[in-house]
């Protein structure tokens, strides 16, 4: 089953009606949708990202009928996101709206390539029957390390944790806990299994990964990762893609991500607790 999966996975994104377009054209569109996430994440500016998100629609419907497709479930994802604020704020208000925002950029995606289209290129694997070999093994407490050595230096001397709220009762820190983690699953199921899946489609792989990392990054700049972020959450963005590409697996991605925001959630409760958990370099 799991070979058949992986057969049906390649021939979808590799094979079988590629879009009439030639890739370098295919690229233009794709290109300016990515750049329209940046607009709207990073500089905040609705009317000049909607108007480069709609010229890239515009001119990936002269291209192909697919890349039309594929770019506008993308499209559904940002403009929910957009939509709503999107902060930091762990409100029961707040956490509801954009859940909301974030199952609806997932969700309308999913459901229009399995339902409508029918072509079901977007899917969320779980078991795939594929062992994880002993580098994937090894790479899982590398993580662990990796954040602990760049996360507290970052959050702490940047002082950019102060864009998280400050939680030091049980009800505080159990939300701020959901809160970071359910966001780390988001990050996976609509960058890698449904942006970088459907850019795929149309492109090499490596440019793919690189307009989704540019995606990734925005959105995580708009919810506070700010001042030397990037440095490290693109390489992040891209390696999670290769990951997704190499071991087909979903849990696998979101077991790395998750180790990371594990650390996150840990560094956050100590930097506004710095009695708490008194176990960091900085």
Not at 8 to 23: F, I, L
Not at 102 to 119: D, L, N, Q
Not at 122 to 140: D, M, S
Request: charged share 15%; net charge positive.
């Amino acid at each position: 089953m799991s070979q058949q999966f992986k057969a049906e996975s390649v021939a979808r994104a590799r094979g079988t009606g590629k879009p009439s377009g030639s890739t370098s054209l295919c690229l233009i569109p794709a290109a300016l949708l990515s750049a329209s996430g940046f607009i709207l994440f990073v500089l905040e500016d609705r009317l000049s990202g909607f108007i480069l998100l709609g010229a890239a629609l515009a001119l990936a419907g002269t291209i192909s009928r697919r890349l039309f497709t594929d770019l506008a479930l993308i499209a559904v994802g940002l403009t929910a996101m957009s939509a709503v604020p999107i902060t930091t704020d762990i409100s029961t208000e707040h956490m509801l709206v954009m859940g909301t925002a974030m199952i609806v950029a997932v969700g309308v995606p999913y459901g229009v390539s399995r339902f409508i289209t029918k072509e079901h290129a977007i899917r969320y694997p779980i078991r795939t029957g594929q062992r994880w070999t002993l580098g994937e093994k090894w790479y899982l407490p590398a993580v662990l390390v990796l954040g602990y050595a760049v996360l507290p230096v970052y959050m702490i001397r940047t002082g950019v944790y102060a864009n998280w709220p400050a939680v030091s009762h049980p009800d505080g820190i159990g939300r701020l806990f959901l809160g970071t983690n359910a966001l780390g699953i988001w990050d996976e199921l609509f960058f890698i299994c449904t942006a970088f899946t459907l850019l795929r489609r149309h492109l090499p792989d490596w440019q793919a990964n690189v307009l989704q990392a540019v995606l990734f990054t925005s959105f995580l700049w708009e919810l506070g990762f700010h001042a030397w972020a990037p440095f490290f959450i693109f390489p992040f963005a891209l390696l999670q893609a290769r990951l997704f590409t190499v071991t087909k697996s979903l849990a696998y991605i979101v077991c790395v991500h998750l180790l990371f925001d594990l650390v996150l959630f840990l560094v956050l409760v100590h930097a506004h607790n710095r009695e708490w958990i008194d176990i960091f370099l900085y």
